[in-house]
């Protein structure tokens, strides 16, 4: 990464921790993807339950693999036949490990879901959420981190799926009904009722899409 872009990400991160604080969340700024593992491993405990939505950002820092073959109580969907199941065991976990699909300087996150097992954890589910958010995702205000949820992040996704959706064959959204769409719920997170309930870890680099 360009040293300007990396010195503007590290100050660009202490403003949204300022505003993630005042929203009854919590902030921490890693300068790269060691650091982050090493402030995500320490806000899980031992022992504890955990669960996640496919999550490129974890993957990308190597917390995915830590939490797999660490000594916690993994709740891995893709074991699960009855997908019911497995998303309703989520809901008891201690910890939901997401990214966002955007959010804004001031510490508002944006998530969109097809199917709602994401968004609904996220919003009232397990003990503790935490968040891995590269600095790519930040924008500067709501309106733009939604307009990436839908333009860049969803199109993405449908990629990633294999997805019969306008994006995923043009790279743009269209506001479309499609019955493949996966822009079904949006949720805003403006602030936490839950002290400790939200955590978001702000890497220095580029992570998930
Ligand atoms: S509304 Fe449709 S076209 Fe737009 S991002 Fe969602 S799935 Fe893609």
Same mark, same amino acid.
Request: one cysteine or more; aromatic letters at 10%.
């Given at each position: 990464m360009n040293g300007n872009v990396y010195k503007k990400n590290e100050l660009l991160a202490s403003v949204v921790i300022k505003g993630l604080q005042s929203r009854n969340m919590s902030g921490y700024y890693a300068k790269d993807k060691d650091e982050a593992l090493k402030i995500a491993l320490s806000l899980i405990p031992e022992n504890s339950t955990v669960t996640m939505g496919g999550c490129t950002s974890s993957d990308e820092i190597g917390l995915t693999d830590a939490v797999k073959n660490g000594e916690y109580k993994f709740i891995d969907r893709?074991?699960?036949? +009855?997908k019911r199941a497995a998303m309703l065991d989520g809901y008891n976990a201690d910890v939901f490990i997401s990214s966002v699909n955007g959010m804004s300087d001031d510490g508002v996150l944006i998530n969109i879901d097809g199917n709602a097992n994401r968004v609904s954890a996220i919003a009232n589910g397990p003990k503790k959420v935490l968040f891995i958010v590269g600095m790519?995702?930040? $924008?500067?205000d709501v309106d733009t981190a939604m307009k990436r949820a839908r333009n860049v992040a969803a199109p993405a996704n449908a990629q990633r799926f294999g997805l019969s959706t306008p994006c995923a064959s043009?790279?743009?959204?269209? +506001?479309c009904k499609s019955p %493949?769409?996966? $822009? $079904?719920q949006f949720l805003i997170t403006?602030?936490?009722?839950?002290? %400790?309930r939200i955590h978001v870890i702000l890497v220095n680099d580029e992570l998930g899409f």
């Open positions: 893709s074991q699960y036949e +009855d790519n995702k930040i $924008c500067p043009t790279g743009k959204c269209f +506001d %493949d769409t996966i $822009c $079904c403006r602030y936490s009722r839950h002290k %400790d």
